[in-house]
């Protein structure tokens, strides 16, 4: 099992230009979520998605995008980048649970590291 | 603000030490996980903690939970030089964004050989 898989890993971008971030996982997991993880810091929820169809906002998705046309895939849209967005991204799987909540147990992938200039 | 803080930020010890990092929140929560990454790596999740649950052990991880306090610790016995890494406490509540996991700002960990 490849397990969560993210490209690319390494991204320089110039302030203004578009990106996408891509997210595939191949465990049929329900929930999936991207995360910004900042030097020194914790992570923190940028969107998430509990189903093909279905995603919602976490805790800074200003500046962000994503969809969620099949189960495996959830890509990341940066819309116009900015140097605030510069930082290193995870996307992260799980089963949902009872109360369609993730299960709390979070696969991981190795994460995307851009760079706005 | 962050839900989790891990104290202290920074540990070195030497190989066979024990480490101990404690993690304390803020409001309720149903589940506290930990989760380790190695250098510029993504995280793995290590043990979760339910609410009605006071001790979890894991290999040589031990978990413990105490709700009236708002706090968690994480105990590595004999650590090792793999054990070098830097290692977050999340807080889940069910209710919050499909029970979204809320990651504290992590202790790094290193371990002489």
């Known amino acids: 099992n490849a397990g969560v898989t993210q490209t690319p890993k390494f991204q320089v971008l110039k302030t203004g230009q578009s990106m996408t971030l891509q997210c595939a996982q191949d465990m049929n997991h329900e929930y999936m979520s991207w995360y910004r993880q900042d030097p020194g810091m914790g992570l923190r929820l940028i969107h998430y998605?509990?189903?093909?169809?279905?995603?919602d906002q976490g805790e800074v998705p200003n500046g962000y995008n994503v969809s969620r046309s099949t189960t495996e895939d959830f890509p990341l849209r940066l819309l116009s980048a900015a140097p605030s967005q510069t930082s290193v991204y995870f996307c992260a799987s799980s089963h949902l649970g009872l109360a369609g909540v993730n299960t709390g147990e979070l696969f991981f992938g190795e994460g995307s590291r851009l760079t706005v200039l | 603000s962050q839900q989790g803080e891990e104290d202290p930020q920074a540990l070195s010890i030497q190989e066979g030490e024990n480490a101990t990092m404690n993690c304390s929140y803020k409001t309720s929560i149903n589940n506290l996980q930990w989760y380790r990454q190695n250098s510029g790596r993504g995280l793995v999740h290590l043990i979760l903690?339910?609410?009605?649950?006071r001790e979890k052990h894991s290999g040589r991880l031990r978990v413990t939970l105490d709700t009236s306090k708002k706090s968690s610790s994480l105990l590595i016995t004999a650590s090792r030089a793999a054990d070098t890494a830097s290692y977050f406490c999340a807080t889940q509540r069910y209710n919050t964004n499909a029970g979204k996991s809320t990651f504290g700002d992590g202790t790094t960990l290193t371990v002489k050989p």
């Open positions: 998605s509990v189903g093909a169809g279905i995603t």
């Open positions: 903690i339910r609410s009605n649950e």
